[in-house]
């Protein structure tokens, strides 16, 4: 069973830039397409980009295009997401998620993997 681990996250000032990591165990990395997702408090989860397994196609969020990058190094078996020019309202819990290439589907449907989450906090 593939296990995810990020890491990355912390406190910073608008204007700052995090690089999140998400590093995969257990599995067969390169069949996996990889997503961050992240909820902040009293708001549901949702999608902030998206890398398909062969890293050839990224989707980002609107609210992040420009501003996120998400890359992966089949090497290291690990997904980042650069951010920059972070804005409060990018203030969430991040969370990396896994989805085998043959799943079809909402992400919700998709992604059925997940870390424990990392905390990004950005103060104005």
């Known amino acids: 069973q593939v296990q995810l681990v990020e890491s990355g996250g912390g406190l910073v000032q608008a204007g700052d830039s995090l690089r999140l990591s998400c590093a995969a165990s257990g599995g067969a990395f390169i069949t996996l397409n990889m997503g961050w997702f992240r909820q902040a408090p009293g708001k549901e989860r949702e999608f902030v980009a998206e890398?398909?397994?062969?890293?050839?196609?990224?989707y980002n969020a609107d609210s992040v295009k420009g501003r996120f990058t998400i890359s992966r190094d089949s090497a290291k078996n690990t997904v980042y997401l650069q951010m920059n020019s972070l804005k409060p309202e990018d203030t969430a819990i991040y969370y990396c998620?896994?989805?085998?290439?043959?799943?079809?589907?909402?992400?919700?449907?998709?992604?059925?993997?997940w870390g424990q989450g990392t905390q990004v906090t950005v103060s104005s």
């Open positions: 998620a896994a989805a085998s290439r043959f799943r079809s589907g909402t992400y919700s449907q998709r992604y059925n993997i």
């Open positions: 890398i398909g397994w062969s890293g050839g196609r990224q």
